[in-house]
């Protein structure tokens, strides 16, 4: 069932060092600095992983799902954060990760690695998704745009975020990174451009229950025209891309 979506005063964080003229907690920066990331380093001036994780409140002893981590970037900066005491959920849609399959490779690969034992995978059911309990923070980079697509299922949105919705506790924050399609193209270039409108993305999330808490620029592009697919290579790595936080009411 819809919820009614909860108005709120929005946050804007641009993407300046003035928004985050504040020092790094020191676990986030202990996180950024753990030897498991090595190999990450070099993204983490263009993909602004300390300042994204400081946006999202990730806090030592916390539940973290990942939901599609790809790679792992954020998975691992996630469970130097939350530490011994906390859990990382890296979810995967069951049919990415049948058996023997390079899906299940790469999961089996995050999940338990040495520096990262409290990582879990998570094969899951994206029509009813389950956790062990509910979370902190769920969050998503660069794959809402794929939900309403075949490559996903054809998910819809907001019944995709009202799920999310009762996977968090209350208080929780939903964290959605994506490419950013022009203004009012819908999700009409989900499937060819891999981008989502903005606003299109944030009304669907709204619609089931969530409030938006902040949205930051620091993924902003001004000189992507929003006209090409995100892996041309004139602008793979360099797209523009939005960055909201959600938080499930306390009430």
């Not at 993204?43 to 602004?48: V, Y």
């Not at 973290?64 to 939350?82: C, E, H, K, Q």
């Not at 990415?96 to 690969?109: D, F, L, Q, T, Y």
């Not at 989900?190 to 620091?218: C, M, Q, W, Y």
């Amino acid at each position: 069932m819809m919820r009614k979506a909860v108005s709120a005063a929005v946050i804007t964080l641009l993407a300046s060092s003035v928004a985050y003229a504040a020092p790094l907690a020191d676990y986030i920066s202990s996180a950024m600095n753990a030897p498991i990331r090595q190999g990450d380093r070099a993204d983490d001036t263009r993909r602004h992983g300390a300042e994204i994780t400081a946006l999202a409140e990730i806090k030592p002893g916390e539940h973290v799902a990942d939901f599609l981590p790809g790679g792992g970037y954020w998975t691992r900066i996630f469970s130097g954060i939350v530490g011994p005491n906390g859990k990382v959920l890296d979810i995967w849609p069951a049919g990415m990760v049948a058996p023997r399959s390079k899906g299940e490779i790469r999961m089996k690969a995050l999940a338990g690695a040495p520096g990262t034992e409290n990582v879990a995978a998570v094969p899951d059911d994206l029509s009813h998704l389950t956790l062990p309990a509910p979370v902190d923070v769920f969050f998503t980079s660069q794959n809402l745009h794929d939900l309403p697509t075949p490559f996903l299922g054809n998910v819809d949105i907001t019944a995709f975020s009202n799920q999310v919705f009762d996977l968090l506790k209350p208080g929780g924050r939903f964290v959605v990174i994506d490419h950013v399609a022009a203004p009012g193209t819908g999700l009409s270039e989900t499937n060819t451009l891999h981008r989502i409108d903005p606003e299109v993305a944030k009304k669907a999330i709204l619609n089931a229950g969530f409030t938006l808490k902040a949205e930051s620029k620091l993924l902003s592009n001004p000189d992507d025209d929003h006209h090409l697919k995100v892996f041309d290579p004139a602008i793979r790595g360099k797209t523009d891309q939005f960055i909201f936080v959600f938080i499930k009411p306390e009430r």
